[in-house]
């Protein structure tokens, strides 16, 4: 089974970065489509990155276009969501997700392996 570890959240400034990881086991990331999604209080579940097999096909949600980056180190079999810009309404807790699907998917019913989650919270 594969197994997936996030770390990384904490307490940021309006404007300032943060990177969170997602340490993967049970299968190379190179064959997992692998995303970002996020959960504030009282929402639903949204995705926030998602790539596909090999990096291919990347998809960021509008609102984090140009700030956030999703990228994977193959070595450490660990994929990092590279925050910055951050706006109060980022703030979430934030959950790395995995599915043996080739392309990524948009929708947390799509995805088979789920992390425990880490908060982020983004103080204006």
Known sequence: QVQLVE????LVQAGGSLRLSCAASGRTVSYLSMGWF???PGKEREVVVAIGWGGT???YKESVEGRFTISR????????????SLK???TANYY?????RTIPRT?????????KGTLVTVSS
């Not at 770390?7 to 904490?10: E, L, T, V």
């Not at 790395?96 to 043996?100: H, Q, S, V, Y």
């Not at 929708?107 to 992390?115: K, T, V």
């Open 7 to 10: 770390s990384g959240g904490g």
């Open 38 to 40: 996020r959960q504030a």
């Open 57 to 59: 096909n990347p998809y």
């Open 73 to 84: 180190d193959i070595a450490k079999n660990t994929m990092y969501l590279q925050m910055n």
């Open 88 to 90: 109060p309404e980022d």
């Open 96 to 100: 790395c997700a995995a599915t043996k």
């Open 107 to 115: 929708g947390p019913y799509e995805y088979d392996y789920w992390g």
